[in-house]
């Protein structure tokens, strides 16, 4: 996650990837403390899943917001950036999922 937007840094201004960067590590962060206090909790697999839909959701917007700009930034259509950051933020989760998840049984 983190390395998708250091690449942007040579195309985008340097305030608007600080700001990105901010974004990154508190939405992420979030994450993983939803996720790990999940796991020490023992919420079932599937519920972890619905924990993390409801969690980091300012965060995550502020995330959106800041990626999207730095993509537009660097002349990527609004589609192709919401695109973008939808593509990111999925394998990200999806990472998360995997790396907190333990299977019921």
Request: hydrophobic content about 45%; aromatic content about 6%.
């Amino acid at each position: 996650m983190i390395a998708s937007l250091v690449a942007l840094t040579l195309a985008a201004s340097s305030p608007a990837i600080a700001h990105a960067d901010a974004a990154n590590e508190a939405y992420w962060s979030c994450m993983f403390a939803t996720a790990r206090s999940a796991r020490q909790r023992h919420v079932a697999a599937d519920r972890i899943s619905a924990e993390l839909d409801k969690a980091c959701q300012s965060e995550r917007a502020q995330l959106r917001t800041a990626f999207v700009g730095v993509q537009r930034e660097r002349g990527m259509s609004a589609t192709d950036a919401q695109e973008s950051w939808a593509d990111l933020d999925a394998r990200g989760r999806n990472a998360i999922e995997r790396t907190f998840v333990i299977p019921d049984g």
